[in-house]
């Protein structure tokens, strides 16, 4: 996987949608600023615009600590963890599942610190007796994939296997990926729902896409392990987001931005909203951050 460097205007945005400044309310002092990837910190397009790249070294400069987190592998989330320069610190990857501690002394420039895994079996069987010409896929951390039949082109990234059920159900994953190209999101999300998914987290992606990740797990749940790692006050965290993967990490950040290309209910629990992912709206987010010292 590529990125490409969008050069557009330069001379970030510096309010929100009000067109007044943005004001966290969060004290001054070294921040734990979390950001989602996909329609967050990219354009939809997958592309990185020169305005947040900016904004995020500017960020980091300040002494503030930049942790994505994102529904991406590991794999996916290397490309954008190293086009935005973040080589300390700390990643959280599959959704929660997968936290990394960025250390450039490291044969890989990284380490993993957590993992958690859990049994897809119930999962799978229950989600294939639902959608018949869905396509599974179960995560092998710092591998790729094992499919069950073809995703579409990108998507994951990595060695993709195609396996057999027995090779599917047959050990734990960190995450467990399911795309049906048939279904429309609202209505997929709410069958999702009434089919009762137990002893696990899942979210429902942009289209009818669904991560299913270990009960108790999520963006938020890796998150407070990073920022009691930092040694980082909770009323110094930002988070911003986009999807429905990141309802729980923005209702944990002492204040939760959502994009404003976000759904209805990620407003919802934010605390804020900014500009569009298009118009770069992470910018006036991370240029709002109070002073680390």
Same mark, same amino acid.
């Not at 309010?15 to 070294?30: I, S, V």
């Not at 592998?73 to 990643?91: N, T």
């Not at 963006?219 to 911003?240: H, M």
């Given at each position: 996987?590529?990125?490409?460097?969008?050069?557009?205007?330069? %001379?970030?945005?510096?309010?929100?949608? *009000? $067109? =007044?400044? #943005?004001?966290?309310?969060? &004290?001054?002092?070294?921040? !734990?600023?979390?950001?989602?990837?996909?329609?967050?910190?990219?354009?939809?397009?997958?592309?990185?615009?020169?305005?947040?790249?900016?904004?995020?070294?500017?960020?980091?400069?300040? %002494?503030?600590?930049?942790?994505?987190? *994102? $529904? =991406?592998? #590991?794999?996916?989330?290397? &490309?954008?963890?190293?086009? !935005?320069?973040?080589?300390?610190?700390?990643?959280?990857?599959?959704?929660?599942?997968?936290?990394?501690?960025?250390?450039?002394?490291?044969?890989?420039?990284?380490?993993?610190?957590?993992?958690?895994?859990?049994?897809?079996?119930?999962?799978?069987? #229950?989600?294939?007796?639902?959608?018949?010409?869905?396509?599974?896929?179960?995560?092998?951390?710092?591998?790729?994939?094992?499919?069950?039949?073809?995703?579409?082109?990108?998507?994951?990234?990595?060695?993709?296997?195609?396996?057999?059920?027995?090779?599917?159900?047959?050990?734990?994953?960190?995450?467990?990926?399911?795309?049906?190209?048939?279904?429309?999101?609202?209505?997929?999300?709410?069958?999702?729902?009434?089919?009762?998914?137990?002893?696990?987290?899942?979210?429902?992606?942009?289209?009818?896409?669904?991560?299913?990740?270990?009960?108790?797990?999520?963006?938020?749940?890796?998150?407070?392990?990073?920022?009691?790692?930092?040694?980082?006050?909770?009323?110094?965290?930002?988070?911003?987001?986009?999807?429905?993967?990141?309802?729980?990490?923005?209702?944990?950040?002492?204040?939760?931005?959502?994009?404003?290309?976000?759904?209805?209910?990620?407003?919802?629990?934010?605390?804020?909203?900014?500009?569009?992912?298009?118009?770069?709206?992470?910018?006036?987010?991370?240029?709002?951050?109070?002073?680390?010292?």
């Amino acid at each position: 996987m590529s990125l490409t460097l969008n050069s557009g205007p330069l %001379g970030a945005p510096t309010t929100g949608q *009000t $067109g =007044r400044t #943005l004001d966290l309310g969060t &004290p001054a002092g070294r921040h !734990l600023v979390a950001l989602d990837i996909d329609g967050t910190t990219l354009h939809h397009d997958g592309t990185l615009s020169e305005e947040v790249y900016g904004a995020v070294r500017q960020t980091v400069a300040a %002494g503030h600590d930049v942790v994505i987190a *994102t $529904g =991406r592998s #590991l794999l996916e989330a290397r &490309p954008v963890i190293d086009a !935005l320069g973040l080589r300390s610190g700390y990643a959280v990857c599959s959704n929660g599942a997968v936290t990394l501690r960025l250390d450039q002394h490291e044969r890989r420039g990284y380490r993993i610190v957590d993992q958690v895994t859990f049994d897809p079996r119930p999962a799978l069987d #229950l989600l294939r007796d639902a959608w018949p010409g869905a396509v599974f896929a179960v995560e092998r951390v710092g591998v790729g994939f094992d499919i069950s039949g073809p995703f579409p082109d990108g998507d994951l990234s990595g060695r993709l296997r195609i396996s057999s059920w027995d090779e599917l159900t047959g050990s734990p994953t960190t995450r467990l990926t399911f795309y049906s190209p048939d279904a429309h999101v609202e209505e997929f999300a709410h069958a999702v729902e009434r089919l009762g998914l137990h002893g696990v987290n899942y979210a429902v992606g942009f289209t009818a896409w669904l991560d299913v990740a270990p009960a108790g797990v999520s963006k938020a749940s890796a998150l407070e392990g990073v920022r009691a790692r930092l040694g980082i006050d909770r009323a110094r965290t930002v988070a911003v987001g986009d999807q429905r993967n990141d309802l729980e990490m923005l209702a944990w950040a002492a204040c939760g931005v959502a994009m404003g290309n976000a759904p209805a209910e990620v407003v919802d629990v934010a605390d804020l909203q900014t500009l569009d992912v298009t118009d770069d709206g992470l910018v006036p987010v991370l240029a709002a951050v109070p002073a680390a010292h």
